[in-house]
Structure formats: C-alpha cells, structure tokens
C-alpha cells in the first residue's frame, strides 16, 4: 500500500482549498525569507562598518588624560610602535594603523567650529574605510608632508566654514601639558559618511601633523586590521595577556550601533516570524479540520474496518506534510526570485534616523537559512495538523455513517 | 453447527433517564457458523442499530453479547477495534469504498490492516478480483465504477480476510434488480466458498427471501422469534 500516493490523491480531492493553503504557507515563507535575507544583508553590513571604522581589534589605554580627561582628546597611548613592530609581525595582521584624537576650534577668517579631530594615516585610513567614507574636491598629493600641513574636512562642516579646496584654515587646540596650539593648515579635500553628526563636526589630518600640533607621540588608539575577522578573540586575547596597562577590544565589544540595530530587527523580524507561523498554523488547523468534516464517513468506515487511531493521524499528517514541502518549496523559490528581483532593480531604501542618505536594498540568500526556516515552517504544519487530526477519532462511526 | 453469534436481550437507549429513547428492546437470537439470518423491518424499526451491535461499532445499553462463545458486549473501544479488524466483514448501503484507494488497494486494505505479507496479499486479492469480474477494473478509483461494480468491490473488501461474521446493512439499496440479485449471488458464493456467516439487514423482499432464515424488528423489539 502506497500511503504517499494515497495522501496525494487526496490531497488532489480537495485542490482549491489546499492550493489556498500552500499559497498561504509559500507566501508566508517567502516573506520571512526575504525579510531574513535583508535583515543579514544589514547585520553584515553593519558589522562591515564597525570593523573597517574601529578595526578588527583595538588597544587604547582608559587612563583619563591628567588635564583633558573625559574630552574626545585621549593621548594616553604611549610606545605604541614597538606593538605596531610587534603586530607586523603576525601573518595575521593585514594592517595596524595609529589614531590619535583631538578637539579644538577650525577657523576660516571670521568664521569658527568646533571640530573633533583624527590624526591617521591617511592613505591606508581611506582604504581600510572603503565604500563607507567617500571622498570630493581631493587635492593630489593630499595628506603627505607639504610646507603647509593638510587637513581633509567632514562635508558639512566644509559648508560651515564655506571653506573649499585648497583653502587655508587655522587649528586650535589645547595641548596635555595645558598650553594652546596653533596651526596653519590647507584643506586638501572633503569627506562624507552620510552621517551627520560625524560630517558636521569632524576633521582628518596625517598623524604627523597631530603630532605637532600636540606635540606628542602618543596616541588614542592602535587599530588592527586581521585577514580573517574569525581570528579577532585570539588576537584580543593575545595582546591582552602581553600589553599590560592598556585595554584590547574586539570590534564587537566597540559596535554599539550593530548590538542596538541587531536587537531591534531581532525583535522585529522575530514577532514577523511568530505572526506568520500562527497564519500557518490557523491555515493548516482550518484545512485540516474541513478534510475531517468532509472525510468523516470515510474516517468512520476505516475505524469500522478496524483501522487503529494513529493510522488515522498518520495518514492526515503525511497529507499534511506534504502540502507543506510543496508550500515551503514553492515559497523558497519565490523568495530566490524576489530577492534577485530586488537585487538587480538595485533599490535605495529612504535614509534611515541619523542619516543624510539612503542605502540600496540587497537581499541576501542564504540556503541555510532557507532550509532551517523551511524546516520550522513544516514542524508547524505538522503539529497543526497533529493537533487538528485528533478530532479525526472522535468522529462517531455509527453517526458518520447512519 | 456451532453458535457463531448470540444476543441475549439485548437493549439500546439514547439519552438521559428521563428523556431516553429506547431503539432495542430485549432482543434474543443466535447465528450458527455459515447462516445466512435476514433481518427485516421498516424503517426506524432499529435494524441498523442492531447491525451496530453486532458489528462492535456501537455498545448495548443492558444485555449480552457472545461472538464465538466470548462475551463481546462491553469491550474497550481498542479491543471492539480488534475484533473488527480481524473477524467481522463489513458490507455498507452505500458501499463507503476509500475514495483515494484504488480497488485493488480497496479490497487489499482489510489484509494490509491484519499483518499478511505483502505476497500473500496480492495473490488473494487477484484471486477475489478474477472471482468478482473486477480484473479490469483493479486500478480504478472508486468514482471511476457503476454501482454494481462498487458494490461487488465492497463484498470483496468484506470477504476477503475471510471474516467469521459479515454484516451487510441494505446491500441491495442503492441497486437496481440486476445488480441486487447479481451481489446476492454473489454473497451467497462467498458464504459457501468462505463458511462465513452472514447477518444482513434489508426491506427488500428478493434478499429476504434469499436467506437462510429471518428476523423482524418493529419499533425495536422482535417480532418473530427465530
């Protein structure tokens, strides 16, 4: 006896109602997939900020600065380079790049702003920030040791001061030791990241010219760059164990935004999943439960043959079972489809709180997670219908089939 | 002859005290091995309710019940199953042929339900089919038959396990003459060929008359003793 061929038949006695349910289950899971394959495209994303931003793995010192302590300004980083040496060293590493952090007033003539600023090397600084910060109006060479030293300005705070390429600008700032610094500078270039707060206040400058300006060679911080970001913790803990009097992070333990914006879609995409789980749930109970209503003589007549109970439950999961590998693979190819769609129309969603600018849409596939959601969705189906077939033996036999 | 059958004032109400309907009363009979026991009534008179009992798909409300010398009356709802499953033959008015099983698959099902090995399955279900005239027709649905064709797949499914008791509820019912008479034939075939006995309930006069003996009901009681 073919029990598989039997569901099917009788799975095809009942077409319409049961093609309304697998629709209800394919579309379902193509949502969630979808939204699923956006939510990972965001948290990839993201973590891709966080660690080309602060680096795969980061040392500072938090000993507050003896005069400037709690201000932006941290230059407590001191012998940084015989790490760096050290850091080289490792296959591991691709980069290791100092930052040093400061705060004063930029001038253009009459003009002021406040500015927080990064001594970095700037030609790496630009290729570890790739696509997340973009460049305009860039003088060549820019950044190298000139007569006059360069700056390269967040675009809006360019705006402020109404200051374009090649413009000479005037830094202040206060040194550790107390003293007031001044220096002439060149705009060698602007920069955006889409972030406000970040283009209206910010400054780059070589990490020499922050040195004299400072007239310091500490830093705020050593940035380090991995090949394989899977080798951060070992890194961490490594230097951990072999600096002593400075703190080593990984980028996770820095990716405030990552966390707040994981646990938000998290929960988001998590009560998405649980409504529609309950749409399947209902869609399959309902179908379930009319197959028993209009199969109630037939369900009688196997009980009046002697057909145990759980022959009965068998048969009705096995149908059930079925729709569901035909919804969810119906559903699994349509969301391949729609997120190529979406891919290729390259679709900018609107900018997000905080940002001057949107962001294409990408959506990705990933089959693993369409396998185990698919999965979650075919367990809900069949505990549906387990729960919807138990009505199935308490069908009458002498009331069914009077 | 062996008592294969006995009912010994049996009685089945529905309802509470006060309100309760009474569909048997003190009913009495036996069925020897390879009878053929008729039992006729209008309707209403509480033949399928009889048929009911004693196919252990409905419990009696007083009396007992033997099939084989064992008391049957108030046995679990597992147990009934077993018995159904393993000696009784059902043969129902409208047939209630699987829908989504073919007729080999029909007829099969009463062994496949039993534990018989596959290969003795199909031998004796191709034996009933060419007995039957139902060869041609052995990969059909149910909904691809006549009447009589379904009928015939009914009393194969009924037979086929070669049951100690077949009940058989207005055979004849949803058949013309032809067919009525040709399932009869058909039936009384099997009882002499299987030794099976038969209880069947009917208002047609041509089954009645086809039978060994028989029993009328009128509004729950017997009427004529046998």
């Known amino acids: ?402 | 002859m062996n008592t294969r059958l006995k009912l010994d004032a049996i009685s089945k109400r529905y309802g509470g005290d006060k309100n309760s309907i009474t569909a048997l009363q003190d009913i009495s009979f036996t069925l020897t091995e390879g009878e053929f026991l008729a039992i006729q009534g209008p309707s209403g008179s509480g033949k399928s309710t009889l048929l009911n009992i004693c196919g252990l798909i409905d419990n009696p409300s007083d009396g007992d019940y033997y099939l084989n010398g064992i008391s049957v009356a108030q046995l679990s709802i597992s147990e009934r199953c077993t018995y159904r499953r393993r000696d009784i033959g059902f043969i129902f008015q409208r047939h209630q042929l699987i829908p989504a099983m073919t007729v080999y698959e029909n007829i099969a099902y009463p062994l496949l339900l039993n534990g018989v090995q596959p290969k003795q399955i199909k031998h004796d279900v191709n034996q009933l089919l060419n007995t039957m005239g139902l060869e041609h027709r052995r990969k059909h649905l149910p909904k691809q038959l006549s009447g009589g064709e379904r009928q015939r797949v009914g009393v194969a499914r009924a037979l086929i396990k070669r049951p100690q008791l077949v009940i058989a509820d207005e055979p004849s019912a949803s058949l013309d003459h032809q067919h009525a008479h040709a399932g009869l034939q058909l039936m009384r075939e099997l009882n002499k060929q299987y030794g099976a006995s038969f209880l069947i309930a009917s208002h047609d006069a041509f089954v009645i008359d086809h039978c060994d003996r028989k029993i009328e009901l009128l509004d729950g009681q017997l009427k004529a003793s046998p």
Not at chain 1, 18 to 31: H, K, M, Y
Not at chain 1, 62 to 70: E, I, K, Q, R, T
Not at chain 1, 373 to 386: E, G, H
């Open chain 1, 1 to 402: 006896m073919n029990w598989l061929l039997i569901a099917m038949r009788n799975i095809l006695r009942d077409a319409t109602r049961v093609t309304s349910t697998l629709l209800i289950i394919a579309v379902g899971l193509a949502a969630l997939l979808v939204g699923n394959g956006f939510m990972l495209s965001t948290y990839d994303s993201l973590q891709e900020i966080a660690m080309r931003t602060e680096g795969h793995v980061i040392i500072i010192d938090d000993n507050p600065d003896p005069v400037l302590g709690g201000s932006h300004q941290q230059l407590t980083l001191s012998n940084w380079q015989a790490t760096q040496e050290m850091l080289w060293a490792d296959e591991r590493v691709l980069r290791v790049l100092p930052r040093a952090r400061f705060e004063g007033m930029i001038s253009k003539g009459n003009k002021s702003a406040v500015f927080f600023g990064s001594g970095v090397d700037p030609k790496e600084e630009f290729r570890v920030h790739g696509p997340f910060l973009r460049t305009s109006g860039l003088l060549d060479p820019w950044l190298t040791p000139q007569d006059t030293p360069d700056i390269m300005l967040g675009k809006q705070l360019a705006q402020t001061l109404g200051a374009v390429t090649g413009d000479l600008l005037t830094l202040q700032t206060k040194r550790s030791d107390g003293t007031s610094s001044e220096l002439v500078v060149r705009l060698a270039g602007l920069y955006y990241t889409g972030t406000p707060e970040i283009d209206n206040h910010t400054l780059m400058t070589s990490l020499t010219t922050a040195t004299t300006l400072l007239d310091s060679n500490n830093i705020s911080q050593l940035s380090i760059y991995l090949n394989q970001r899977e080798d951060s913790i070992a890194i961490q803990q490594l230097l951990q164990e072999q600096l002593e009097g400075v703190t080593v992070q990984t980028w996770q333990q820095r990716a405030e935004l990552y966390h707040k914006v994981r646990s938000l879609y998290d929960r988001i995409f998590g009560i998405m999943g649980l409504i529609i789980l309950i749409v399947v749930f209902l869609a399959v109970s309902n179908t379930i439960a009319l197959a028993i209503y209009q199969r109630r003589e037939e369900i009688a007549t196997l009980s009046a043959l002697g057909t145990k109970p759980v022959r009965i439950y068998t048969n009705f999961i096995l149908e059930a079972c079925l729709i569901g590998i035909a919804a969810t693979t119906i559903g699994m190819l349509l969301a391949y489809a729609i997120s190529n769609a979406v891919n290729l129309a390259e679709l900018m969603m609107p900018a997000p709180p905080g940002k001057t600018e949107g962001y294409p849409i990408f959506i990705y596939i990933s089959w693993p997670h369409y396998f185990i959601t698919s999965a979650v969705l075919i367990i809900t189906v069949v505990v549906a219908s387990f729960i919807a077939t138990r009505n199935a033996t308490r069908v009458s036999i002498v009331k069914a089939l009077s």
